[in-house]
């Protein structure tokens, strides 16, 4: 039956590995960060819940409609990458640094690297952007 079959919606665009590597991680700007006692960063952002779930959970006597804030603590590794997300590294310089500062092999620094990339692009702390730069006084460089 056609009327219960789930209708496909366009994902997100597919990029090559290679095209991966290039991208530069910058940090959202609805993230804020604090220093811990050790020198490790703590990412403090807002979630946003589905209006449905909101709804639910107000109804339940469970939220307040206050912005639910969360904190997500980085080990040292994990703050060496993110002061390296400003913009102007690539992932494959990320990878490049981890390989060489922490004498890992360049696969296994480009796995743990690209994870931890991954998991906070999905929590909406980053962006990558793309490899090419524009202009910076708005005219074409052709």
């Excluded at 991966?20 to 946003?48: F, K, W």
């Excluded at 603590?73 to 703050?79: A, H, I, P, Q, Y």
């Excluded at 060496?80 to 490049?96: C, F, K, N, P, S």
Aim: glycine content about 6%.
């Amino acid at each position: 039956m056609k009327w219960f079959r789930k209708k496909r919606r366009p994902g997100p665009p597919v990029i090559s590995r290679a095209e991966a590597l290039q991208a530069r991680p910058v940090h959202s700007d609805r993230v804020s960060e604090e220093r811990t006692d050790e020198g490790c960063a703590r990412l403090v952002y807002e979630i946003h819940y589905k209006p449905w779930f909101a709804k639910a959970a107000q109804r339940m006597g469970k939220w307040d409609d206050r912005p639910m804030i969360k904190r997500l603590e980085l080990d040292e590794m994990g703050t060496r990458a993110w002061e390296l997300m400003d913009g102007e590294h690539t992932v494959q310089d990320i990878v490049d640094i981890f390989a060489e500062t922490y004498r890992l092999e360049p696969r296994e620094s480009e796995i743990s690297v690209t994870a931890f990339i991954k998991d906070l692009g999905q929590r909406g702390l980053i962006a990558l952007l793309d490899r090419v730069r524009p202009p910076q006084d708005g005219r074409n460089s052709s």
